[in-house]
Each structure stands twice: as C-alpha cells, then as structure tokens.
C-alpha cells in the first residue's frame, strides 16, 4: 500500500468519525429541545420565559 493510499484511507477514517460525531451532537440537541417545557408568562406588564428542563422522557 502506498502512502498516497494510506492517507487516504486516514482520511476517510476521519471523516466518518467526524460525521458519526456531528450525528450524536445533533440528536442530543434534538432531544433536549424535545424535554424542554417552556412557559410564557406576562404580569404586570413584563413577559416570563421559563424552561423546566427537570421532565423526563
């Protein structure tokens, strides 16, 4: 095998981790948009966001 093709192989390797990784980040972030409760909330004049984050799934 010659360097060129090794690199290459490297490469690819690489790739797919990066991807894979990129992959997970994604659906974390998809589920804790999914568990998150966001209330709105206006008193006196003055808007209220809270995000109870402590729902289970």
């Given amino acids: 095998m010659t360097t060129d093709r090794a690199l290459n192989w490297l490469l690819g390797i690489g790739f797919v981790l990066m991807f894979g ?27 209220t966001l809270q995000c109870d984050t402590s729902a289970k799934q």
């Fill in 21 to 47: 990784m990129c992959m997970i980040a994604l659906n974390q972030r998809d589920d804790a948009r999914r568990m998150a409760k966001p209330t709105i909330t206006t008193a006196n004049g003055v808007i």
